[in-house]
């Protein structure tokens, strides 16, 4: 696992397009190297503006849409279409706009799908999907992700790993359901902290005062059951991406001053 790395941007929109820009060299420099790219999406307000951003992007056209897998860190358990759930997020922000494989879209399954409300059938089915992606090479039972995205909850939530609830503690299990979410609604799909640091790379994303107290505690020595932000390690790198107004309490020493 990697140490964190952070980088602040001026705000929130610069923030989303750097990620963007960032997110796209990745996605081509992978397609290059190994012929596709896989990248797990997140929801929430900052991994919808990166999707936003990249869709603005020019330089979207550099990639491949029918070689790259998508994935989903987590979901919220609702019916197809819901406006809501976070792959319906995703593709009114981007999805919708661009060529991709519906085979490579690996949405997580919907309250109304054939696992009907059962939500751990639903993370059993998905757990699966993500099995038979997987190579002999990879780490595990799941694909060896080329970026894992995780917006940061102002509670220190990733995915749907909120603190102190069961799903946090999971160590053998790669997705499971989640009740009693503090954040509306209750009933969540969720990767958890075993599939997400099977990725090369993972990129927490907070933008926002309202993120600040989050990111200065998973940044300062706080336990993963505490704050799950803190246990979201990628293989290669772990990278923080924030605007200023969220890394107000960081101290100076956590990221380099040259940040503009
Ligand atoms: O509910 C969720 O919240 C988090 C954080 O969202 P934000 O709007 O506070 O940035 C998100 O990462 C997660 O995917 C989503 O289901």
Do not use: C
């Not at 949405?107 to 059962?118: I, K, L």
């Not at 799903?167 to 799909?189: C, D, I, N, S, Y």
């Amino acid at each position: 696992m990697t140490a964190p790395q952070v980088v602040v941007h001026r705000d929130k929109e610069l923030m989303a397009q750097a990620a963007a820009a960032r997110l796209i060299t990745k996605i081509v420099d992978a397609q290059a190297a190994r012929g596709s790219a896989s990248v797990v999406l997140t929801g929430g307000r900052n991994g919808n503006g990166l999707l936003a951003a990249l869709g603005a992007s020019p330089a979207r056209e550099a990639v491949d849409w029918s070689r790259l897998d998508l994935w989903w860190g987590d979901e919220r358990f609702l019916p197809e279409g819901h406006a809501d759930r976070n792959v319906t997020q995703a593709r009114e922000a981007l999805l919708d706009a661009v060529e991709l494989d519906p085979a490579r879209v690996h949405a997580m399954p919907a309250s109304d799908g054939s696992h009907g409300g059962d939500v751990d059938a639903a993370a059993e089915a998905y757990a699966a999907e993500l099995a038979r992606a997987a190579r002999p090479e990879n780490h595990g039972a799941v694909p060896s992700f080329d970026v894992l995205l995780l917006g940061v909850g102002p509670d220190t939530h990733v995915a749907s790993l909120f603190p102190e609830l069961p799903a946090v503690r999971e160590t053998e299990r790669m997705v499971v359901g989640v009740r009693g979410a503090p954040k509306p609604p209750p009933v969540r799909l969720s990767l958890t902290l075993p599939a997400i640091r099977a990725a090369r790379e993972v990129w927490l994303l907070a933008a926002g005062e309202d993120k600040a107290r989050a990111v200065t505690m998973a940044l300062s020595g706080a336990g993963e059951l505490q704050a799950p932000a803190a246990g979201a390690r990628g293989r290669r790198r772990t990278l923080w991406l924030l605007d200023r107004a969220a890394a107000a309490g960081l101290p100076r020493e956590l990221y380099p001053p040259a940040s503009p």
